[in-house]
T-cell receptor, first 115, second 116 residues
Framework: QKEVEQNSGPLSVPEGAIASLNCTYSDRVSQSFFWYRQYSGKSPELIMSIYSNGDKEDGRFTAQLNKASQYVSLLIRDSQPSDSATYLCAVKGPRRSGNTGKLIFGQGTTLQVKP | DAGVIQSPRHEVTEMGQEVTLRCKPISGHNSLFWYRQTMMRGLELLIYFNNNVPIDDSGMPEDRFSAKMPNASFSTLKIQPSEPRDSAVYFC??????????????FGPGTRLTVT
């Protein structure tokens, strides 16, 4: 089992719809969770971080965390063609010997928003 | 504020040559990460430093790869000798490293390496 799993997609949604991107992780004691957006040919860009169970909203983006189910998701409301990109989920485990900030990345989900 | 700076942005070299990639992290960040990204393998962590000290180099593919961080504002990733299978995009990222509880990583623009 991979440490962080995402469906590679592509996930295709029409413009204006809600896009739902999902991520599961294997280490039950993981503490910090991040969503990155990567446009083709560009570097990953941090868009959301979440540390506590529940929802965190930032503009059209909502991150949801359920530690009991080891599940984190990203919702994009009113999807736009400019949201078309690959979305990477990243997880930081608990502080252990030698682990002072390493993130484990999923393979990413490709989102296509069609006009 | 300047983000993470990487150079060169593109590098084309012949098999067997030495390649040096450079990175300047965001000022004040304590942690620096080197990643490699390919279509087949996705984003792979090669090595990371905390306060200029290498913490985990388990992702370094083999002895041909080496990384240094001589000071808080500069790091290098060297490949010697280079091979065609090293062709990839290499990213450097930096992080506050836990100051105030933040482990968010910020990526540089990457170096696209092509080894022929």
């Amino acid at each position: 089992q991979k440490e962080v799993e995402q469906n590679s997609g592509p996930l295709s949604v029409p413009e204006g719809a809600i896009a739902s991107l999902n991520c599961t992780y294997s280490d039950r004691v993981s503490q910090s969770f991040f969503w990155y957006r990567q446009y083709s040919g560009k570097s990953p860009e941090l868009i959301m971080s979440i540390y506590s169970n529940g929802d965190k909203e930032d503009g059209r983006f909502t991150a949801q965390l359920n530690k009991a189910s080891q599940y984190v998701s990203l919702l994009i409301r009113d999807s736009q063609p400019s949201d078309s990109a690959t979305y990477l989920c990243a997880v930081k485990g608990p502080r252990r010997s030698g682990n002072t900030g390493k993130l484990i990345f999923g393979q990413g989900t490709t989102l296509q928003v069609k006009p | 504020d300047a983000g993470v700076i990487q150079s060169p942005r593109h590098e084309v070299t012949e098999m067997g040559q030495e390649v040096t990639l450079r990175c300047k992290p965001i000022s004040g960040h304590n942690s620096l990460f080197w990643y490699r990204q390919t279509m087949m393998r996705g984003l792979e962590l090669l090595i990371y430093f905390n306060n200029n000290v290498p913490i985990d180099d388990s992702g370094m593919p083999e002895d041909r790869f080496s990384a240094k961080m001589p000071n808080a504002s500069f790091s290098t990733l060297k490949i010697q000798p280079s091979e065609p299978r090293d062709s990839a995009v290499y990213f450097c990222a930096s992080s506050p490293g836990g100051t105030g509880g933040s482990y968010e990583q910020y990526f540089g623009p990457g170096t696209r390496l092509t080894v022929t």
